[in-house]
């Protein structure tokens, strides 16, 4: 347990600013995760992973961006951060009207400009069901994310 708390707060940290980057550099913080779970447990690292529910690098900074993108949403976070998205809006009824979805802003770079948490954050929150967006409560948030992430994505 000490281990697992040690590693993971190594590899969260700051880590929603690595979004975008290329695998082959997410790749050098997968095998610290990897060398932390075979040091934990000596078997191979899948099903240890699964076992001991680590989401992988990318996922895991997704995860810290939707939970940054929620509370600014809910405004739990600073405002600076709520200011940054805007909701999406329509003239017409459409079925989207009733869930809560972000308005992605043009990027003006390709490599920095998609990194950007007002584009990022978007993008990650309107691919997410309707039924997680529209959880109010954080820690149920965090729960339901982490499940879906773990779920449906990566492993």
């Not at 075979?38 to 529910?53: K, Q, Y």
Request: hydrophobic share 45%.
């Amino acid at each position: 347990m000490l281990v697992h708390a040690i590693i993971t707060s190594r590899v969260d940290f700051c880590n929603s600013l690595l979004y975008g980057l290329p695998n082959y550099q997410l790749n050098k913080l997968q095998r610290v995760l990897n060398a932390s779970a075979r040091l934990v447990c000596n078997a191979h690292i899948s099903p240890l992973l699964r076992g001991l529910h680590w989401l992988p690098v990318k996922a895991r900074i997704e995860f810290k961006i939707l939970l940054i993108t929620f509370k600014a949403i809910h405004g739990l976070a600073p405002k600076y951060l709520c200011d940054l998205l805007t909701f999406k809006s329509s003239i017409y009824n459409l079925r989207s009207s009733d869930s809560i979805l972000l308005s992605m802003p043009a990027a003006r770079s390709k490599t920095l400009g998609d990194r950007a948490f007002m584009v990022a954050a978007p993008r990650l929150w309107n691919s997410l069901p309707k039924k997680l967006r529209a959880i109010t409560n954080v820690n149920s948030f965090k729960a339901h994310n982490m499940t879906y992430l773990f779920k449906t994505l990566y492993w």
